[in-house]
């Protein structure tokens, strides 16, 4: 079961493993911009996503979570650029691999 989390207008939204995962790098690290890593892309969410927009040229991507990313190739690029704009930055690399993430997903479907 994921967690849920109590939106501003009081309603409950129930959020993906991942978004879980972000929420616990953001809580700990709120005053920095988090590259979190999926697949071969960073991803900007929520707040850090308008930094990206408006100070890394960034396209907010379709969803309802507001979110903006770039490939992996630009990672030094775009952490400089931030950083040189007084931002701090947090990179969440993703560990698991392919084999990993079938593994787990069969185990939690076996639940």
């Known amino acids: ?3 849920n989390i109590k939106m501003a207008n009081g309603e409950k939204k129930t959020i993906t493993g991942g978004q ?4 616990e790098h953001k809580c700990a690290n709120f005053d920095s911009v988090i590259f979190f890593k999926v697949g071969k892309f960073y991803e900007l969410f929520e707040m ?5 927009v408006e100070h890394l ?3 907010y991507m ?3 979570q507001p979110h903006a990313g770039f490939p992996e ?3 030094a690029t775009m952490a400089e650029r931030v950083v040189r704009k007084g931002f701090r930055v947090v990179v969440v690399e993703q560990t698991e691999t392919p084999a990993q993430l079938e593994e787990r997903n069969k185990r939690q479907s076996k639940k």
């Open 20 to 23: 879980a995962q972000w929420w």
């Open 73 to 75: 190739k630009v990672y």
């Open 57 to 59: 040229g960034l396209m």
């Open 1 to 3: 079961d994921f967690p």
């Open 62 to 64: 379709a969803g309802e």
């Open 48 to 52: 850090d996503s308008h930094v990206g």
